[in-house]
């Protein structure tokens, strides 16, 4: 019997094995979107494929349980792309909408046709797991890629710049100057003041400040990447633009960077992108931007922990105490980023790059500090944590495992125990009989 019970935990471990093999694992990508919602980051779209090759965008669609911990070596991904309606598209404007902002919406980004009938507007509703296509009222603003939204407060996403070319659907490669607003609630489109708005570019970051004002630094215009020393403010509450030229260590002329409002509300986080010379490195690809005085004043954070390649076209997002940055395009070294990169900014005296996330370090309710960030346990624990529907995955599959293999086991122990009972039957039959012969024997003799 106990072979059996040594098989049984035998076959219940390799069950788990395989479980945990068959995690889904999204190829590498980038000029995707992401959008934090409640304890979900998604990642919606992107690029797998070579910049100077065909434009080939993806429907690829996943996201992470962020109230588990985990390792960069092993992230337990979950695939949502076989959900009805996704749509195939890259360079996209993400934002977290709707009445409780728990609806992601998806803006314009590059498609393979263009001249089709393809929806500008993309929802998910985070609660059904269900793709819609909203009908929104006023006049609908033209498609166009690498934009950047937020949403503020009211439900409102603002939309500024991007650049249309082939994959929106125009022959030419011009830039946009146009700041599109909209409702995420009552569904209706709007548009913002022009007057003293920004050059228009693209590939920018835009943040939403404590304060109704959106920060738009950097981005790609005729030229090529633009300075960081004069940003772009917008006035949600007042309609109003203002240019500010900022002091203290300006950072590198960039485009295709990401920023991030601080933990505190006091500062920006910008981070990757590059500079006139894609191929070259930018020295500092991470600068803080303080906020707490005009004029905005750059310097260059401590960091420590093992600093990672440069990405451009990635997304970075405030998670907990971290900064989560995934994937890209490693134009320095012209590959792909496979890899997600965790920075710890709990510390404002120095950042750390580290490899584990810990969800535990802060409260559930900080877990999402600020859905509008442009998207743009212990440590040994953590390396083996699996997300929610996964560990749901694995009990069921143990768990009917563990009873096929009892049934199993049992029906071998009865049929084991019903043939040694036979053998021992027919044993004494043999003994009996030739207890009488012998006894008949003796008789004869006698």
């Known amino acids: 019997m106990k072979l059996f019970c040594y098989f049984s935990i035998l076959l219940q471990n390799f069950q788990l094995f395989y479980v945990l093999v068959k995690a889904y694992t999204p190829t590498p990508r980038y000029a995707h979107s992401a959008a934090l919602i409640g304890n979900k980051l998604y990642i919606l779209g992107g690029d797998n494929d070579s910049p100077t090759t065909q434009f080939t965008p993806t429907k690829d669609f996943f996201y992470l349980d962020i109230s588990v911990g985990f390792n960069t070596s092993n992230i337990p991904w979950t695939d949502l792309s076989n959900v009805v309606g996704t749509p195939k598209q890259s360079r996209a404007a993400v934002s977290a909408g709707g009445p409780n902002k728990d609806i992601i919406f998806l803006f314009g980004g590059g498609v393979e046709n263009p001249s089709s009938d393809i929806p500008l507007v993309y929802t998910f509703d985070n609660l059904k797991n269900v793709w819609n296509t909203p009908t929104i009222k006023g006049i609908k603003p033209p498609r166009r890629e690498y934009i950047k939204s937020v949403t503020d407060d009211t439900g409102k996403m603002y939309i500024f710049g991007g650049s249309y070319n082939i994959e929106?659907?125009?022959?030419?490669?011009?830039?946009?100057?146009?700041?599109?607003?909209?409702?995420?609630?009552?569904?209706?489109?709007?548009?913002?003041?022009?007057?003293?708005?920004?050059?228009?570019?693209?590939?920018?970051?835009?943040?939403?400040?404590?304060?109704?004002?959106?920060?738009?630094?950097?981005?790609?215009?005729?030229?090529?990447?633009?300075?960081?020393?004069?940003?772009?403010?917008?006035?949600?509450?007042?309609?109003?633009?203002?240019?500010?030229?900022?002091?203290?260590?300006?950072?590198?002329?960039?485009?295709?960077?990401?920023?991030?409002?601080?933990?505190?509300?006091?500062?920006?986080?910008?981070?990757?992108?590059?500079?006139?010379?894609?191929?070259?490195?930018?020295?500092?690809?991470?600068?803080?931007?303080?906020?707490?005085?005009?004029?905005?004043?750059?310097?260059?954070?401590?960091?420590?922990?093992?600093?990672?390649?440069?990405?451009?076209?990635?997304?970075?997002?405030?998670?907990?105490?971290?900064?989560?940055?995934?994937?890209?395009?490693?134009?320095?070294?012209?590959?792909?980023?496979?890899?997600?990169?965790?920075?710890?900014?709990?510390?404002?005296?120095?950042?750390?790059?580290?490899?584990?996330?810990?969800?535990?370090?802060?409260?559930v309710s900080s877990l999402n500090p600020n859905p509008n960030s442009s998207s743009n346990s212990s440590p040994n624990q953590n390396e083996h944590s699996i997300s929610t529907g996964t560990m749901i995955g694995v009990i069921i599959g143990t768990s009917l495992a563990s009873i096929l293999i009892t049934m199993f086991a049992l029906m071998v122990y009865r049929w084991y125990k019903k043939r040694n009972m036979h053998m021992q039957f027919q044993l004494m039959e043999i003994q009996n009989y030739r207890l009488i012969i012998s006894n008949e024997t003796r008789r004869l003799k006698c």
């Not at 005729?222 to 633009?241: C, F, H, M, Q």
């Not at 980023?337 to 409260?363: C, G, R, T």
């Open 168 to 363: 929106t659907g125009n022959s030419t490669w011009t830039f946009e100057n146009r700041m599109d607003i909209l409702d995420t609630i009552g569904l209706t489109w709007s548009i913002a003041s022009q007057i003293q708005a920004p050059t228009p570019r693209d590939a920018f970051s835009a943040t939403l400040l404590p304060n109704g004002i959106i920060a738009n630094i950097g981005g790609y215009v005729v030229a090529g990447p633009t300075n960081l020393r004069e940003i772009s403010l917008y006035d949600t509450k007042n309609d109003v633009w203002e240019t500010m030229t900022t002091v203290g260590t300006i950072p590198e002329v960039r485009a295709h960077h990401t920023s991030v409002l601080g933990l505190n509300n006091d500062r920006i986080i910008i981070y990757g992108g590059f500079s006139a010379n894609k191929k070259i490195p930018i020295v500092h690809d991470l600068s803080v931007l303080d906020i707490r005085n005009k004029p905005y004043e750059w310097f260059i954070p401590n960091i420590s922990g093992i600093i990672p390649p440069t990405p451009s076209r990635h997304t970075a997002n405030i998670v907990g105490r971290y900064m989560i940055v995934t994937y890209g395009f490693i134009f320095s070294q012209e590959y792909i980023n496979p890899s997600m990169y965790i920075l710890d900014i709990s510390d404002d005296s120095e950042y750390k790059w580290v490899k584990s996330f810990d969800p535990n370090s802060l409260p």
